[in-house]
């Protein structure tokens, strides 16, 4: 499950990398050359287990779903919930309900619109897919993942936000301007879940989560869309959780890992890179 920004060629430039908890907020700034740590922000959030996160194209957070209850229990809900947070003004804003409650499902951003996909509805899966329109603040029904999953990460390259993972090696890709659903040509060759995604040098990077057994991941693949084939990268030095924070900046991917949001990922040139986020106690703030 997660979300992945995709802006290739793009020159260096402040993005927001996110941590969330279930009872707090931490924002944490950084530079995607340097990973220089800015501030962080925190609140008391309505976050739900199971809900899910990105960042909208002009920086705000915004969240979705969620289970209604922290205990998984036989008729137990999803949230349809919406909500924003923005850094700049430490402003949070409810928005209108998705049209599908929905819990550890897939997030991508292309353009003004956000793509909330498949994921667990109550005690049973959905196919059910929907996209916010950032500008007219509205929810729609797309065409729906013909096979469902849970916890499936999700980037967005060439107009085609690839699916990966969840409970299938299949790999699905949905094409905007069609707005049709389609199966790519190539298979992870492990059943991963909570990993990251990112657009790579025009293909689909996927890595770190772990296997259906619930072991880490220390693998890195790489999938040329245009070749239709799938490449090993370097391992990671780490294993780790990765929804929702996975940036890309065409030749540079960059992941906060999700346990506590202290360490920052960098893929570059085909190899990994650690870098420690250090939050100074005086940057807190409440929003």
Request: glycine share 10%.
């Amino acid at each position: 499950m997660g979300c992945c920004e995709s802006s290739p060629g793009a020159k260096a430039k402040l993005q927001h990398a996110y941590h969330l908890s279930n009872n707090s907020l931490q924002i944490t700034h950084f530079d995607l050359h340097t990973g220089e740590f800015k501030c962080t922000f925190a609140w008391n959030s309505p976050l739900r287990p199971g809900a899910q996160y990105c960042t909208l194209p002009n920086g705000p957070l915004f969240v979705t779903g969620g289970r209604t209850s922290h205990l998984r229990r036989p008729g137990a809900q999803s949230s349809n919930s919406a909500a924003s947070f923005d850094s700049a003004t430490g402003e949070f804003r409810e928005k209108p309900n998705m049209i599908t409650g929905r819990e550890s499902h897939a997030m991508a951003v292309e353009g003004r619109a956000v793509y909330s996909l498949t994921g667990a509805n109550g005690c049973t899966l959905t196919q059910l897919c929907e996209r916010w329109d950032t500008v007219e603040e509205e929810w729609e029904p797309i065409e729906a993942l013909p096979e469902a999953r849970t916890q499936a990460s999700a980037c967005v390259v060439r107009q085609r936000i690839y699916l990966t993972g969840g409970q299938s090696l299949r790999v699905q890709f949905f094409y905007i301007p069609v707005g049709q659903w389609a199966v790519a040509n190539f298979k992870l060759p492990l059943d991963l879940r909570q990993h990251g995604s990112a657009e790579y040098l025009g293909g689909v990077l996927v890595f770190g989560g772990v296997r259906a057994d619930g072991s880490p991941s220390l693998s890195t693949f790489w999938f040329s869309t245009r070749q239709q084939r799938m490449l090993q990268k370097s391992s990671m030095p780490a294993g780790a959780l990765f929804p929702c924070h996975c940036l890309s900046a065409g030749d540079t991917v960059y992941a906060c890992e999700q346990a506590n949001g202290s360490m920052l990922f960098v893929f570059w040139q085909d190899r990994w890179v650690l870098r420690q986020l250090l939050p100074n106690k005086a940057s807190l703030h409440n929003g």
